[in-house]
């Protein structure tokens, strides 16, 4: 078996079929999370209100067993198994034939897609492991923020911690470059948040987005994060111009800058060190 993960084809394979496992599993973790979230801030606020806890039906990544939220049908094994499910089913609950979200195969497809990509640039090993890890949460991350603009603290700050053990061997960077792109990540979003609110007295962005740059500053080094920072934003102000024309989304509605910052740290993980050579050429 360890023979076999040698071989390129085999290995993305294998990844590929992971990720598929695993997106399912953050189709879960993007579905509750939140929710479970929100119940805890009710629970603290009648607390601090002196009042009994509201009766919440209690929520978890494994409890209740996933069904429809239509009907109520509870999902088999055999209706749960990623992609070929939801195209066998028609992308319809088998029995209330409400439609199931395209989302759900879109977050599956997608990180299989990346585990697939990460197997066969960066091989077997150590960055290997790390670099799934990454992915998953991005891809958590993106979807969550897109739903809710919320970037939870569970992922944020266990991505960040797990970057910065990664990189005591150097998996990805040195550890002085991961420990200075931790800090330097948070604390220059920081400071456009407190340099916004103070011209405004709006708040630009949410502490999340500080989290999020701090976290792929402990993965990637602070090398990345120039790049990082200019192709979300770039991307982030493409996006929300074309909302703004195409689809008439309010100019005083925010918008998550999270997906963005998560799309920018694949392609930094990926492409990083070839983009920033490509780019100090170009100025040169």
């Not at 999370?33 to 929100?38: D, W």
């Not at 607390?47 to 009994?52: A, D, K």
């Not at 456009?192 to 502490?207: I, N, Q, R």
Request: charged share 10%.
């Amino acid at each position: 078996m360890e023979e076999l993960l040698h071989y390129p084809g085999y290995l993305v394979g294998i990844c590929s079929l992971l990720g598929l496992i695993i997106g399912s599993f953050l189709n879960v973790v993007i579905h509750r999370l939140p929710k479970m979230m929100e119940n805890e801030w009710a629970r603290q606020c009648a607390e601090l209100r002196g009042e009994e806890a509201p009766a919440i039906e209690p929520l978890s990544l494994s409890r209740p067993a996933s069904h429809c939220p239509d009907c109520g049908h509870a999902i088999s094994a055999l209706e749960n198994i990623p992609l070929l499910s939801w195209l066998l089913l028609g992308g319809r609950c088998r029995a209330c034939r409400k439609p199931i979200s395209p989302r759900y195969p879109l977050v599956e497809a997608l990180t299989g897609a990346l585990f697939a990509l990460a197997a066969w640039k960066l091989g077997s090993g150590w960055p290997l492991v790390g670099a799934l890890f990454f992915l998953a949460a991005a891809v958590a991350l993106t979807f969550i923020d897109f739903d809710t603009q919320l970037l939870p603290d569970d992922i944020t700050l266990p991505l960040l911690w797990a970057g910065l053990l990664f990189n005591l061997g150097g998996a990805f960077t040195d550890l002085s470059s991961a420990v200075i792109g931790a800090a330097a990540g948070y604390l220059s979003l920081w400071l456009v948040y407190w340099a916004f609110k103070l011209a405004t007295g709006k708040e630009g962005m949410g502490h999340g987005d500080f989290k999020l740059l701090a976290a792929i500053g402990a993965w990637l080094g602070w090398q990345m994060l120039p790049l990082t920072i200019l192709f979300s934003s770039f991307v982030g102000a493409l996006v929300g111009i074309l909302l703004i024309v195409l689809a008439r989304h309010g100019r005083h509605v925010p918008i998550p800058f999270g997906p963005y910052l998560a799309t920018a740290g694949v392609i930094a993980l990926f492409w990083g060190p070839a983009l920033t050579r490509a780019w100090l050429g170009h100025l040169q």
